[in-house]
């Protein structure tokens, strides 16, 4: 099993919290692998209910920022509050999607198994999957138009199928707080409407949902917040205060050509 996906299924469970702080709450969080920090000093106060794209470069530390903020990644320094309390005492109400690349696909599971995955903290761990359990995994496998694959290994699946059984397993999870890694990275157009109609369902629950997103044509029809990294924090917030010219050329580092330019900012 891949060290993402252990991590999170053995999150120790805690008490729903009484609502108080914003879903996630992160200041001064650097992470370095070896020597140079693949993040430096960033700040984020996600936004009570709603899409939050992340924003940045290959390198940028997206994913970093996503892993560090579970606490699976050594951070040098910071604190991460999710739900106003330490983020180790939420994470049952946090469902993480990995980068495809970061997950070890030759782990023995089937697509129910990870799927079942969701559900590790309501079952136990190491418990036996009861019927309620499969059917709600399953039901969850069907949303995304998976049921047909559930038996099949995960490393049997295409890449695209694969990602709609890390979808399923945050479904069927049922959290407050999403933190998806480039859910769109390779999928057709049929899983992508998938994708952007589960996000609408999140946000028209209240929740909130941080997802790293590269299309810069559909990051502002999806997303209505968007967090800029390059390294360090570029920009945070709504949507049209932070798509501009900028702020992109900025996080790019004045890479980005015009027609990418106006795709973003319109
Ligand atoms: N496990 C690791 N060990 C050493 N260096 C790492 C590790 N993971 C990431 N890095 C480095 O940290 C930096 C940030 O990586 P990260 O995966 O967070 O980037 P990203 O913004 O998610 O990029 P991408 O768009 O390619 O997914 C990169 O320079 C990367 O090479
Ligand atoms: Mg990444």
């Known amino acids: 099993m891949s060290p993402d996906i252990r991590a999170v299924a053995n999150a120790e469970t805690v008490h729903d919290a009484v609502e108080a702080g914003s879903p996630l709450d ?30 940045g470069p290959n390198g940028a530390g997206k994913s970093t920022f996503l892993k560090g903020a579970l606490g699976l990644t050594p951070k040098i320094s910071g604190r991460v509050a999710a739900f106003g309390a330490p983020v180790a005492d939420a994470r049952r109400r946090i469902a993480y999607v990995p980068q495809r690349e970061s997950v070890d696909w030759e782990f023995p599971a089937t697509a129910l198994d990870v799927a079942a995955m969701g559900l590790y903290r309501s079952i136990g761990w190491l418990r036996p999957v009861r019927k309620k359990h499969r059917e709600a995994a399953l039901a969850a496998l069907a949303e995304l138009g998976m049921a047909d ?3 099949r290994q995960i490393g049997q699946l295409s ?5 709609r059984v890390f979808l399923a397993r945050a479904l069927v999870q049922d959290a407050d707080l999403y933190l998806m890694d480039e859910p769109f ?11 952007v109609s589960l996000l609408r369902r999140i946000a028209s629950a209240g929740k909130t949902a941080i997802v790293v997103h590269h299309d810069l044509q559909t990051v502002t029809e999806y997303f209505d917040h968007a967090l800029m990294i390059n ?22 580092g004045g890479r980005l050509a ?5 795709a973003a900012i319109g």
């Open 26 to 55: 992160v200041s001064g969080l650097t992470v370095a692998y070896d020597r140079a920090p693949a993040l430096w000093n960033v700040d984020y106060v996600a936004p009570k209910g709603g899409l939050v794209a992340i924003i």
């Open 149 to 151: 694959f559930a038996d």
């Open 159 to 163: 890449g695209g199928q694969q990602q």
């Open 185 to 195: 990275a390779g999928v057709d157009a049929a899983t992508e409407r998938t994708i």
């Open 231 to 252: 390294v360090r924090r570029i920009a945070a917030g709504p949507m049209a205060d932070v798509m501009t010219a900028e702020n992109l050329q900025k996080t790019y």
């Open 258 to 262: 015009a027609p990418q330019l106006a």
